[in-house]
């Protein structure tokens, strides 16, 4: 049996009075990916914030690998960080630095490899999201498509365990998408896990393996991606009409 490597229990979490998620329990094992779907304001950003720690949740547990993450300090996060992935819904690169530096930059910061291994790994992270040739380019050289694709190389950079993709496609031509669901596709191969949180629909169908639609702050839907096509229930249908 593949094991759960992020499991959500009875998650809570609150803005002073408002309620975000009011009950949220769901498992990704191994090597899975799941596609996290909601209308926007639903909380799915929150969501993948708060598996990180990058949001405080008012109950519920959090575990990675079985054991409860959602009390650590930042210290203890840290480590953490490294192993589960935030690439954000915006690229967010450091505007002021090359391409190689912003992928160079999570290497100086938390690992102890040279410079030069960190160049031979830089390399080879930008060959995996065909960009070797944009290594010594600034952000603002590149297409909206190409950052994308600096951002996911960067968010590989360290081999994390789990990715969560916030909106990966949003914004991009179909040429674009095409190249970042192959990339993502190319990561699962490998192994990795991963949370897609996405509006787009054939992407979603694309990568995952399951397809979880939170409603009212709660999972409203959860089941394969074949049991999602195929849900008679209005609200699914809903999201597969989009
Ligand atoms: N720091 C914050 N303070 C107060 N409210 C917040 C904060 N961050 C998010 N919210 C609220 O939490 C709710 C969920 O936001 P979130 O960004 O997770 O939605 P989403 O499902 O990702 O939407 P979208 O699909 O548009 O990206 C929204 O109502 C938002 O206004
Ligand atoms: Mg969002």
Do not use: W
Not at 110 to 124: F, G, Q
Not at 137 to 144: A, F, K, N, Q, V
Not at 150 to 167: F, H, K, N, T, W
């Amino acid at each position: 049996m593949t094991e759960n490597i992020l499991e959500v229990k009875n998650l809570v979490k609150r803005f002073d009075e408002k309620v975000v998620h009011r009950d949220i329990s769901f498992f990704l094992k191994t090597g899975e990916t799941i596609g996290l779907l909601g209308n926007s304001g639903t909380g799915k950003s929150v969501l993948l914030r708060s598996l990180i720690g990058l949001e405080q949740i008012e109950g519920g547990e959090i575990l990675f690998h079985q054991q409860r993450i959602d009390h650590l300090s930042e210290q203890q996060l840290y480590p953490i960080r490294t192993k589960i992935s935030y690439s954000f819904q915006n690229a967010a690169l450091f505007d002021s630095i090359s391409v190689y530096e912003n992928i160079a930059y999570p290497l100086f910061e938390h690992s102890r490899l040279t410079e030069d291994e960190i160049k031979v790994k830089v390399r080879n992270i930008l060959k995996t999201v065909n960009l070797e040739q944009a290594i010594d380019l600034m952000p603002s050289d590149l297409s909206g498509g190409m950052q994308k694709r600096v951002g996911l190389a960067r968010s590989m950079v360290l081999s994390p365990e789990i990715m969560l993709y916030d909106e990966p496609t949003a914004g991009l031509d179909p040429v674009n998408i095409e190249m970042v669901l192959d990339i993502m596709n190319r990561f699962k191969k490998q192994g990795l896990s991963g949370i897609l949180v996405t509006h787009d629909i054939p992407a979603a169908k694309k990568i995952c393996d399951r397809i979880l639609i939170l409603k009212d702050g709660m999972i409203g839907f959860t089941g394969t991606v074949e049991e999602f096509e195929n849900s008679k229930d209005p609200f699914v249908q809903s999201f597969l009409g989009q």
